[in-house]
């Protein structure tokens, strides 16, 4: 039987919403959105770009483009990026530049490889 998630129906004394045996996944809006205007939920998984500056074999100053993907958390109040690996290293600074939206961790996990 399908419920309509929206309006709640009794069992016994409990109130359901319709999410029981259901795959939804509720997730958190950021209050952000992508570079096209997509709206960056929890659990979203984001690209963008940053510069990473190195020391070449010359001595010299080197800036290198780097693309890079992470997943949206919420973590201690802030959404925040947390970087694929085995540790899954979050970065603890608020949600803030340019990204792409490209997919959840729930439908994509794929992308959210090293």
């Known amino acids: 039987m399908d419920y309509d998630p929206i309006w709640p129906w009794i069992e016994d004394t ?3 919403w319709g999410f029981e045996n259901s795959a939804s996944v509720l997730t958190q809006y950021s209050g952000i959105k992508d570079k096209d205007g997509t709206e960056i939920y929890e659990g979203d998984i984001l690209e963008f770009g940053y510069t990473e500056q190195s020391i070449g074999k010359d001595g ?4 290198r483009r ?10 201690e109040g802030m959404f925040c990026l947390q970087w694929p690996g085995e540790d899954g290293y ?3 600074y608020p949600l803030v530049g340019t990204y792409k939206v490209v997919g959840n961790i729930f439908q994509n996990p794929e992308l959210f490889k090293n």
Not at 60 to 63: F, L, R, Y
Not at 66 to 75: C, S
């Open 90 to 92: 979050i970065n603890k």
């Open 66 to 75: 780097i693309q890079a993907r992470a997943k949206v958390v919420f973590y």
């Open 60 to 63: 010299k100053p080197e800036n």
């Open 14 to 16: 409990e109130i359901n």
